[in-house]
């Protein structure tokens, strides 16, 4: 199977849409995942030198309108529809790369965990017993 190079962009939206459908924590989790995704259209943009902002909001809209192929095109400066333009790469590269970043911040989290003081709530005493 085969995937638009940016269909992060649809994905989020796809997570975004999921995570009105539950409540609490994991709402949370998923929509801060969701925003994450956004990162990697977000960075082309920055780096092509584009306008971010208007590039990421005119994917949100055709994404919204169910055009899941739309993404940035270097070329013109706009969205283009990816699929037309042989912009493709196989589903198992976007799933590993995927699978890669979570298993990476899961690492970066249990090391943080890991590190954190459980006395570091302790409050030191004012002065030495005995001094004034």
């Known amino acids: 199977a085969v995937v638009s190079t940016q269909s992060t962009g649809e994905l989020s ?4 849409n999921y995570a009105k459908t539950i409540h609490g924590k994991e709402q949370l989790l998923i929509t801060a995942y969701a925003k994450a995704l956004e990162i990697i259209p977000r960075q082309l943009c920055d780096n092509a030198g584009f306008d971010a902002i208007t590039i990421l909001n005119k994917l949100r809209q055709k994404h919204a309108q169910g055009a899941k192929w739309m993404g940035m095109d ?3 400066e706009d969205i283009a529809d ?3 333009a042989c912009v493709w790469e196989p589903s198992i590269v976007k ?20 590190v954190k003081n459980p ?8 002065a030495m017993p005995g001094m004034r």
């Open 119 to 126: 006395n570091s709530n302790y409050k030191a005493p004012s």
């Open 95 to 114: 799933r590993n790369a995927l699978t890669a970043a979570c298993d990476a911040c899961c690492t970066i989290l249990s090391i943080d965990e890991t």
């Open 82 to 84: 990816n699929f037309e």
């Open 74 to 76: 270097i070329s013109s």
């Open 13 to 16: 939206k796809e997570l975004r």
